[in-house]
C-alpha cells in the first residue's frame, strides 16, 4: 500500500534566463494600467462647455426684478419709498428696453408728454402708465404714504403693465 503514494516535490525553479520577460510583462500591464486610470481622471477633469448665458429680454428683467422687489418683502416691513422708487425704477428700465423710451433719465412730466407723442403705446396703457407713475411721484416726492393695500394695488398695476405690453412672438422674432 505505501508504494502508491508518492512524496511531495521541491520547487520547480525558473529559469534564470526567462526572469526578465516576466518583469517586462509585470511592467506592460502596470503600464496599461497606469494609462487607463489617467484617462479616467482626465475625463472627470474635463471642464463642460461654455455656455452662453441666455439672452434676457427687457421683459424677463421685469418680471425678474418685480419677483425680486417681492422677495424683499419691503411693504410687508413698511418701507414705502424704498418699494416705490424701486417699482419705478423697474417700469422705467422696462420701457426702456421694451420700447426704446428714455424713461430712466426724464421727469414723469417730460416722459409722459413723449409718450403722448409715440404710438408704441395703447391709449389704455398710457394712461395706466400715466397713473402709475404719477403715484410713484407722490410717495418719491410728496411723501405720500400709502397704506399696504395702495402698495399692492401699484405693484400689481406695474405687474399688469408689464405682462400686457410684453413682446409677441413674432416681434420676438423680428428683434433677432
Known amino acids: 500500500m ?13 529559469p534564470q534566463s526567462y526572469w526578465w520577460l516576466w518583469a517586462l510583462l509585470a511592467l506592460v500591464v502596470l503600464g496599461v494600467a497606469a494609462w487607463l486610470a489617467f484617462r479616467w481622471w482626465q475625463k472627470r477633469q474635463q471642464v463642460a462647455p461654455i455656455r452662453p448665458p441666455p439672452i434676457l429680454t427687457p421683459y424677463d428683467h421685469a418680471v425678474r426684478a418685480l419677483r425680486a422687489l417681492l422677495d424683499d418683502k419691503l411693504m410687508e416691513r413698511g418701507l414705502v419709498d424704498e418699494f416705490y422708487t ?46 402709475f407713475l404719477q403715484e410713484c411721484d407722490l410717495v418719491k416726492f410728496a411723501r405720500f404714504r400709502p397704506g399696504s393695500t395702495d402698495m399692492k394695488r401699484a405693484f400689481d398695476a406695474a405687474e399688469k403693465f408689464v405682462h400686457d405690453t410684453r413682446p409677441r412672438m413674432q416681434e420676438e422674432v423680428k428683434a433677432l
Open 86 to 131: 424701486r417699482l419705478s425704477d423697474i417700469v422705467r428700465h422696462y420701457l426702456e428696453g421694451r420700447f426704446q423710451l428714455h424713461a430712466p433719465e426724464r421727469t414723469t412730466e417730460e416722459f409722459l408728454l413723449e409718450v403722448s407723442h409715440d404710438d408704441s403705446l395703447a391709449h389704455e396703457h398710457k394712461d395706466l402708465l400715466g397713473a
Open 2 to 14: 505505501d508504494t502508491d503514494i508518492r512524496d511531495i516535490k521541491g520547487l520547480v525553479p525558473l
